[in-house]
């Protein structure tokens, strides 16, 4: 049996943040990130564009050049998923194949 989905995100987690922000660094997608934790924010340098990831009272929001920012969203929001699913995955599963095609991150699972 097989099935196809798509999940919807929104940034709840700073820890699968700082997860997708470390996979992003690894890819190249961005330089560097700091956070300060007593402001509750992370600041992200993407190739001398700086964004800003603040801590609301629902969640997440990102701050910077609104066309910067819609672009580096979707992409963050693919790691976020792809970290939160990797984590949370039931112990009768694992991950049988992960592939990247045009930017869409697909993953497929055996149990």
């Not at 995100?9 to 997860?19: A, F, P």
């Not at 997608?29 to 603040?54: A, F, L, P, Q």
């Amino acid at each position: 049996m097989s099935f196809y989905t798509v999940i919807k995100t929104e940034l709840n987690s700073k820890k699968y943040i700082l997860c997708a922000l470390v996979e992003m660094k690894k890819r190249g997608e961005i330089k560097n990130y700091v956070e300060n934790e007593r402001k509750e924010t992370i600041e992200v340098d993407r190739d001398g564009d700086i964004i800003s990831i603040v801590k609301q009272k629902e969640g997440f929001d990102l701050a910077g050049d609104n066309r910067v920012v819609n672009t580096f969203s979707r992409r963050l929001k693919q790691f976020y998923a792809y970290e939160s699913i990797k984590e949370n995955i039931p112990l009768d599963f694992e991950i049988a194949k992960e592939t990247e095609i045009g930017g869409e991150i697909q993953i497929i699972l055996k149990g």
